[in-house]
């Protein structure tokens, strides 16, 4: 069942999509300069997917956006699980498609730019199992299948800040057993996902840059407007120990900006700063992801404080919880969400 906004949406002046600057240096809109500050809307409190309930509970997700803007957000990154959206190998899922497009009316109507990030297989439950049996160009097809759908759907929309490949894709050396694509659980969730399953001998940037040239060419081909990009992990850096494979300078030439995910711990704050400036490759850097999970809420927001000239935005994370019930809650959990919310809402440097 999809379920249909109530009475006409009001109607706003019309956007401009969000363009790279002509050096390169960050992004603007209507020939005025704008970042990206917002919240990762990826599950509610529960652990619920947004897909688990767009189409049953409307009116909590537009309570939730509101929220978002009243915190002073004007974006958000919305994640879309490839289960929802492909029936099979070919087949787009026509619903979810219908209900993306209502929710991309309501961040026009509240005034929140959507990052639309793809291919999610975060509930392992919900990853089909003829997904999951693939070959690695089976595989990278139906991820195509998924991305021309999606680019469709939108190509005219600039309600749509950017289309991010995949959350924390990753390229692990030598070979993983028949279907093992997902990487470790984290808080019930699959965040981490690899795009091949034998390396077969060859460099592992090289696969990752032909994987995202595949899915940018896929885009193009049904839009040309919307910016791309892909959610790295910080370990992404040619660095000696651990790595994802998707080395920036080596294989994100194709895309338009760069996107990383870093979670700054204390005392170690000069670090975390070395990791942003290693992701530095002539395009704009967007702090994708980041939250006071191994440091304190001022400390955070005093290292976003102390970054903003090498940021052209950064996300943190918003689980349906209005501030003052968070404020007014007993548990430890909420407790530090709202202070990190209330130091994130002053420290947003007046948002577009």
Request: glycine residues 8%.
């Amino acid at each position: 069942m999809i379920l249909v906004a109530q009475g006409p949406i009001p109607t706003k002046k019309p956007l401009d999509f969000i363009r790279v600057t002509q050096d390169k240096s960050g992004f603007e809109t209507a020939g005025k300069s704008w970042q990206p500050w917002g919240f990762n809307y990826d599950h509610d409190d529960d652990g619920l997917l947004l897909e688990d309930y767009w189409d049953r509970d409307w009116a909590r997700v537009q309570g939730d956006f509101a929220e978002m803007k009243a915190l002073g957000a004007n974006a958000a990154r919305i994640h879309l699980q490839l289960g929802k959206f492909l029936d099979g190998p070919k087949t787009p899922n026509k619903a979810s498609l219908t209900q993306l497009r209502l929710l991309c009316q309501l961040g026009n109507q509240t005034g929140i730019r959507l990052n639309l990030t793809g291919l999610g297989c975060y509930h392992k439950k919900d990853v089909p199992k003829w997904f999951d049996a693939l070959d690695e160009k089976g595989r990278w097809d139906a991820q195509a299948t998924f991305w021309k759908a999606i680019a469709r759907e939108i190509r005219d929309d600039p309600t749509v800040f950017c289309l991010d490949l995949m959350n924390e894709p990753v390229v692990t050396g030598g070979k993983r057993p028949a279907g093992d694509w997902l990487g470790p659980p984290f808080g019930g969730k699959h965040f981490v996902q690899h795009i091949t399953l034998d390396q077969a001998n060859r460099p592992r940037f090289e696969i990752a840059k032909a994987w995202i040239d595949h899915l940018v060419k896929v885009i193009r081909s049904e839009d040309t407007k919307h910016l791309i990009t892909v959610g790295l992990v910080d370990w992404s850096l040619d660095r000696p120990g651990l790595t994802s494979g998707f080395i920036p300078e080596k294989c994100c030439q194709n895309l338009d900006f760069i996107s990383m995910h870093l979670y700054p711990k204390q005392g170690k704050m000069d670090e975390a700063r070395q990791t942003i400036l290693g992701f530095r490759m002539g395009k704009p850097i967007v702090l994708e992801e980041t939250f006071a999970l191994e440091c304190s809420a001022k400390g955070l927001a005093h290292f976003l404080k102390g970054n903003q000239a090498d940021l052209e935005g950064v996300f943190t994370f918003y689980w349906g919880k209005p501030l003052n019930q968070l404020k007014a809650s007993k548990k430890i959990g909420d407790a530090i969400l709202s202070d990190w919310l209330t130091e994130f809402r002053a420290v947003i440097p007046n948002p577009k």
